[in-house]
């Protein structure tokens, strides 16, 4: 089924840029999509958007559209998401996970935690 | 953007007995519902999805069931690692959503 390892925590200033990375291994990379879902303290998953390893086509939640950008990289099988103009709130666990285009996400990478603070 | 609401928010229940949960869909979602469950400091795994699927290596005591809004996962015989929360999630349209979650928890 695969397995999906993220980058190590981050810790940014408001109004700063975070990009988190997630590699991918054993299965084919270019044959899915990767989804990123973000998880407050306390809260419930959030759905971030999803991005084709095959051809790049992204779907973003609105509330995200205007700060974030998911992309993919085949030749590393590595994709990433880049968050920007970051505020206190965007405190979080964020995830990776490996699904096609509108299907449930099987594989999860261990989440990469983002804590913004002054 | 399709609401996802989850019944009850905790359910206490004691190891061995059954546990049932519920979510609603604020329309339609035909059968794209999935079960997640998540422990503490782990990510979610999923459970179930087309609404009745159980993912790969998700034991027979996990089932789901329902269609159109609602929808059901039942927990037969709850052991100490089964108490944990439990997400629904429709990918019947984006964006995709999640419901709030149940906390199942040792009575």
């Known amino acids: 089924q695969g397995q999906l390892v993220q980058s190590g925590g981050e810790v940014k200033m408001p109004g700063a840029a975070v990009k988190v990375s997630c590699k991918a291994s054993g299965y084919t990379f270019s044959a899915y999509g990767i989804t990123w879902v973000r998880q407050a303290p306390g809260q419930g998953p959030e759905w971030m958007g999803w991005?084709?390893?095959?051809?790049?086509?992204?779907n973003y939640a609105r509330k995200f559209q205007d700060r974030v950008t998911m992309t993919t990289d085949t030749s590393t099988t590595t994709a990433y998401m880049e968050l920007r103009s970051l505020r206190f709130d965007d405190t979080a666990i964020y995830y990776c996970?490996?699904?096609?285009?509108?299907?449930?996400?099987?594989?999860w990478g261990k989440g990469t935690t983002v804590t913004v603070s002054s | 953007e399709i609401v996802m609401t989850q019944s009850p928010a905790t359910l206490s229940v004691s190891p061995g007995e059954r546990a049932t949960l519920s979510c609603r869909a604020s329309q339609s979602v035909g059968r794209n519902l999935a079960w997640y469950q998540q422990k503490p400091g782990q990510a979610p795994r999923l459970l179930i999805f087309d609404a009745s699927t159980r993912a790969t290596g998700v034991p027979a005591m996990f089932s789901g069931s329902g269609s159109g809004t609602d929808f059901t996962l039942t927990i037969s015989s709850l052991q100490s690692e089964d108490f944990a929360v439990y997400y629904c999630q429709q990918y019947n349209y984006w964006p995709v959503t999640f419901g709030q979650g149940t906390t199942v928890e040792i009575k």
């Open positions: 991005v084709s390893a095959y051809n790049g086509d992204t």
């Open positions: 996970a490996k699904s096609p285009f509108l299907r449930p996400m099987d594989v």
